[in-house]
């Protein structure tokens, strides 16, 4: 890897450890209804949103309430976008005349944005209107990350009160979330996106001539949007030649903010943060990857804070950075290798057996190896889904990084507050699992951890492999699955298994070689989506409840620490072996079988 590739990688990770500090000290001043300069908590505009809602905010509730209310406002966001799609043809801020989606297509994506998924099975520039991304897909971009936010916080008081019968008021912690974080750093963002040229207006789309004709082949798609193939089963190519180019216009710099502070990850355009228009410079790179692990890594000192002990937070956040760093130099080594059928071919002039350059298929070239195959990790480690680089594309275990992470749970930092609340869940679960080793009741920042907790943690962490794996397999078993992948054998297997994956844990990236957009995958990976991301919800709010109501288990010589190496180490076995072993028969049908296929006849 170049000097500048590992300058990137060192520099990345000393900010994100210098921005923890402040940004979770400042999150958690916002929950606790501290003073936070320069906003005013309590403020007019927060006042009157309570008043057009008829809020109470002195009202708290328990746990039931609270769930019910989170899932009720998320229905009614999914109701709300699906409208929107439906009826945008005949809708203002429409230049393009885009027409109405499909009914399966603009279910896929109501359910896909309200669950801070994202996934997209259609190309933004050519399918959605202005009004349907600001008011449809933007706005459920801070409403589904305030969602993941206030479910982590909701958790944190369970472990920090005792005795008590409420988790907070979840109208209260939404409007917080939305007006104090996401709001303010989205509007810095933006700013900071446009003077690196992302683009920001309402104009039409601008049609341009090229300098020299473009001819071109491409995958031939029937009327139901599937890859045509002929008797072989392999892709009909068509040429297609073009003297223009149409550029897309918009409002992108305000959505790619918010799209990466929110661990959202849709793109405005299809092309996603590979698009000079949505990520132009070195310098926004950094800044969308910075903004993308943030928040999540932020509430891991905003936990530690609010529950008085902010080694805790300390603790989980090593964790994740060990996690992170060690995943990240197995993609960027493989990557860095290269195809070694391309080697073996002469082209190359290194006399080894894996490419000089490295493998730069699928790699912007103004980012290279190192910059791509780090915002892959970024975006896979939490649940964005964003991407400047296409990872299918990747070696199979440079592509295995991606695919694992987000089978991880995402809690590799993870998604703005999924992240911080998985962790919890699995750090629950590990003391659980030493209790048992040392024949000891099993604590946790001194609350007993029993029955109810440990079933509604297996619940949490269960969910997501039984969704993934039954979804995969059906789509392997119906010709509805199968015929819309292009790549035969296990690499196509490993694209099935990503969708599923990606769908589950509600990170919305894609092996993109699948042509998702046909109504079995719409239906089938929005069901995915919806109880990937709130089945597990329900679970954790549960336990934030039950802990709340504990009383409160002094220090004694036989407590185990949470906060110390030893702790940490455990943390990271119980993710490894709790939440990755699952998955591991399904990878070495995939990733795994294809790196020892491409070696074996290297």
């Known amino acids: ?64 309430p609270y769930t019910v209310s989170l899932l009720l406002f998320n229905g009614l966001g999914t109701l709300a976008v699906y409208a929107l799609q439906r009826l945008q043809a005949w809708l203002p801020l429409n230049p393009q005349k885009f027409a109405a989606l499909s009914p399966d297509s603009a279910f896929n994506t109501a359910v896909s944005f309200v669950t801070n998924t994202n996934w997209q099975g259609y190309s933004g520039e050519s399918a959605m209107s202005y009004l349907t991304q600001m008011s449809g897909l933007a706005v459920q971009n801070f409403l589904s990350a305030a969602s993941g936010i206030v479910v982590a916080i909701a958790l944190v008081r369970g472990l920090a009160r005792h005795s008590a019968r409420t988790i907070g008021n979840v109208w209260v912690d939404l409007t917080r979330a939305t007006l104090y974080v996401l709001l303010p750093l989205a509007l810095l963002l933006a700013l900071a996106l446009v003077s690196q040229g992302v683009i920001q207006n309402f104009s039409a789309y601008k049609d341009v001539s090229t300098v020299e004709a473009l001819t071109y082949q491409q995958p031939k798609i029937d009327a139901a949007g599937n890859p045509v193939k002929d008797a072989a089963g392999k892709p009909v190519q068509e040429t297609v030649t073009t003297r223009t180019q149409t550029l897309p216009m918009g409002p992108i710099a305000s959505q790619e903010s918010i799209k990466e502070l929110g661990t959202n990850g849709g793109g405005f355009l299809n092309a996603n943060s590979a698009h000079p228009y949505e990520n132009p410079t070195a310098l926004s790179n950094l800044l969308e990857m910075l903004a993308i692990v943030l928040i ?140 048992l080793m040392i024949g000891r009741t099993p604590e946790y920042l001194g609350k007993k951890i029993e029955a109810f907790e440990m079933k509604m943690s297996s619940i949490a962490i269960l969910v997501m492999p039984f969704i993934v794996l039954t979804g995969t397999a059906v789509a392997v078993s119906l010709d509805a699955g199968r015929s819309a992948v292009g790549n035969p ?114």
């Open 489 to 602: 054998g296990a690499h196509g297997f490993s694209e099935i298994l990503y969708a599923f994956s990606s769908a589950g844990n509600n990170n919305g990236s894609a092996f993109a070689g699948i042509s998702a957009n046909t109504p079995f995958y719409n239906v089938a990976l929005a069901l995915v989506m919806w109880l990937g991301r709130f089945w597990p919800i329900v679970a954790v709010l549960a336990v934030a409840g039950s802990l709340a109501a504990k009383k409160r288990i002094p220090v004694s010589e036989g407590t185990m620490p949470t906060h110390g190496p030893t702790f940490v180490v455990l943390l990271i076995g119980t993710v490894l072996l709790v939440g990755a072993l699952t998955f591991v028969p399904a990878l070495a049908l995939g990733p795994i079988v294809e790196h020892v296929m491409l070696w074996v006849h290297a």
């Open 1 to 64: 890897m170049s000097a500048s590739g590992v300058a990137l990688i060192v520099g990345f990770l000393v900010l994100l450890l210098l921005l923890v500090k402040p940004a979770g000290l400042y999150m958690a001043n916002v929950f606790d209804g501290r003073p936070v300069w320069p906003l005013r908590l309590g403020g007019p505009l927060e006042r009157w949103i309570y008043r057009l809602c008829g809020v109470d905010p002195a009202l708290e509730t328990g746990w039931k």
């Open 296 to 435: 999540p890594a932020g509430l891991t000192y905003t936990f530690g804070r609010l529950v008085g002990d902010t080694r805790q937070g300390w603790a989980v956040l090593a964790a994740m950075v060990i996690l992170f760093v060690a995943l990240l130099q197995l993609s960027l080594y493989n990557e860095s290798r290269g195809n070694p059928l391309i080697a073996r071919l002469g082209v190359d002039q290194a006399a080894s057996a894996t490419q000089s350059g490295g493998n730069m298929e699928g790699k912007e070239t103004r980012f290279g190896i190192a910059a791509s195959v780090l915002f892959a990790s970024v975006t896979t480690a939490t649940s964005c889904g964003a991407t400047n680089s296409m990872h299918d594309s990747f070696t199979p275990l440079g592509g295995f990084v991606p695919l694992f992470q987000i089978q991880l749970g995402e809690v590799v930092f993870g998604g703005v507050g999924t992240g911080l609340y998985s962790m919890l869940i699995f750090a629950i679960v590990g003391v659980f699992i030493a209790g």
